[in-house]
């Protein structure tokens, strides 16, 4: 089953715009990953937010958790067309031992124009 | 840098063949993942491995087996491939480092069956 919930499904800006994207969870969760894809191709991971955190930054990229509300967004700064891809959210939930098994959000699709 | 590998990026098998999808990853991770992805359903789960010989169901497991016998490897088993199978599979490995479990992905392949 899916846990989590990606809004929007897709985002079309324009280059240099700022893109956010968001994720809603159910189940306590022991961190909250991001991931991107490129068309046809496997998953990378982003950035990753434990539950204990507010707030992180990594290079153009800002995520934050809001653990009370069960959501977490994604924010690219300065977007470039070479972030056109799909971006999925992944939770690990709180007792899920040391299976390692992560559940996928449906994903958004962001096109950048240039 | 952590490489997983998946044996075809394109397969097109025949109703009722047996299909064998490879994955190899070289980064001594003890946990294995199959998903299948496809248009408007995101990653579902279908099998995981946490261990040598050990396998888990994941949320699709119906009309899948996977096999792994050696740590670095992890096969899907289409035992006799439907056209519903018609899908992009991806594998992914991890580890328990602190219990973040960052999954690396590989390149998928996309199964066609005809």
């Known amino acids: 089953s899916q846990q989590g919930e990606e809004d929007p499904q897709a985002l079309s800006i324009q280059e240099g715009e700022n893109a956010t994207m968001n994720c809603s969870y159910k189940?306590?969760?022991?961190?909250l990953q991001w991931y991107r894809q490129n068309s046809g191709r496997g998953l990378v991971h982003l950035i990753l937010?434990?539950?204990?955190?507010r707030e992180k930054h990594s290079g153009r990229l800002r995520v934050t958790l809001d653990t009370s509300k069960k959501s977490s967004s994604l924010l690219i700064t300065a977007s470039r067309a070479a972030d056109t891809a799909s971006y999925f959210c992944a939770t690990v939930l709180h007792g899920s031992g040391n299976t390692g098994k992560l559940i996928f959000g449906q994903g958004t699709t962001l096109q950048v124009k240039p | 840098d952590v490489k997983v590998t998946q044996s075809s990026r394109y397969l097109v098998k025949r109703t009722g063949e047996k299909v064998f999808l490879e994955c190899v990853q070289d980064m001594d991770h003890e946990n294995m993942f199959w998903y299948r992805q496809d248009p408007g359903l995101g990653l579902r789960l279908i099998y995981f491995s946490y261990d040598v010989k050990m396998k888990e169901k994941g949320d699709i497991p119906e009309g899948y087996s996977v096999s792994r016998e050696k740590k670095e490897r992890f096969s899907l088993i289409l035992e006799s491939a439907s056209t519903n199978q018609t899908s992009m599979y991806l594998c992914a490995s991890s580890f328990p480092r602190h219990a973040i479990y960052e999954q690396y992905f590989g390149p998928g392949t996309r199964l066609t069956v005809t």
């Open positions: 937010i434990r539950s204990n955190e």
């Open positions: 189940t306590s969760i022991n961190n």
